[in-house]
T-cell receptor, first 116, second 112 residues
Framework: AQTVTQSQPEMSVQEAETVTLSCTYDTSESDYYLFWYKQPPSRQMILVIRQEAYKQQNATENRFSVNFQKAAKSFSLKISDSQLGDAAMYFCAPSAYGGATNKLIFGTGTLLAVQP | DAMVIQNPRYQVTQFGKPVTLSCSQTLNHNVMYWYQQKSSQAPKLLFHYYDKDFNNEADTPDNFQSRRPNTSFCFLDIRSPGLGDTAMYLC???????????FGPGTRLTVL
């Protein structure tokens, strides 16, 4: 079974600074996807960034980027130029590739506070 | 905009009184998921539909049922809610061949 560990229950960052959220996972799958979702206080889960495990190049979406280390099963999220709107709970979630389920296994989350 | 809609956003029910939560989507996705998220916890998958094929997670209580009358709609029925069923219920969809799930805003259920 897949397990996902987010070792930082809470993080804080100053506005305009950079913060990195860590995630490690365990999977027996050879092909899979990895996602970071954010959940603001409104509680809607929003996709931040996705990474295909077979791609070596790290994904980037504007101020968000990942450091994907497949051998180490590590998938950290870097937020540059942090903004107040980035304050949210962040979940790391791997998903098996293909098949009917593509079930997401969520980590326990990291609550990010952004200080003005 | 195409989206995933959940109704109601907030639901209060009494212990043992059946309740139905609704999810609809305009994305024409063939996979729909229901997750339960208790306070300060990660979402946990209850079940999903691949088209009309229903797939239950092994540890989903029998108290939870689901219906999908057509592509657009999916319902979560809780036959006899207990206090422990107080949670946020999230609906998500995914297109065939795609990898990303798109979530609705959730229904916050309180069982008194």
């Amino acid at each position: 079974a897949q397990t996902v560990t987010q070792s930082q229950p809470e993080m804080s960052v100053q506005e305009a600074e950079t913060v990195t959220l860590s995630c490690t996972y365990d999977t027996s799958e050879s092909d899979y996807y990895l996602f970071w979702y954010k959940q603001p206080p409104s509680r809607q889960m929003i996709l931040v960034i996705r990474q295909e495990a077979y791609k070596q190049q790290n994904a980037t979406e504007n101020r968000f980027s990942v450091n994907f280390q497949k051998a180490a099963k590590s998938f950290s999220l870097k937020i540059s130029d942090s903004q107040l709107g980035d304050a949210a709970m962040y979940f790391c979630a791997p998903s098996a590739y293909g098949g009917a389920t593509n079930k997401l296994i969520f980590g326990t989350g990291t609550l990010l506070a952004v200080q003005p | 905009d195409a989206m995933v809609i959940q109704n109601p956003r907030y639901q209060v029910t009494q212990f043992g009184k059946p309740v139905t939560l609704s999810c609809s989507q305009t994305l024409n996705h063939n996979v729909m998921y229901w997750y339960q998220q208790k306070s300060s916890q990660a979402p946990k998958l209850l079940f999903h539909y691949y088209d009309k094929d229903f797939n239950n997670e092994a540890d989903t209580p029998d108290n939870f049922q689901s219906r999908r009358p057509n592509t657009s709609f999916c319902f979560l029925d809780i036959r006899s809610p207990g206090l422990g069923d107080t949670a946020m219920y999230l609906c998500a969809t995914r297109g065939w061949g795609a990898d990303t799930q798109y979530f609705g805003p959730g229904t916050r259920l309180t069982v008194l």
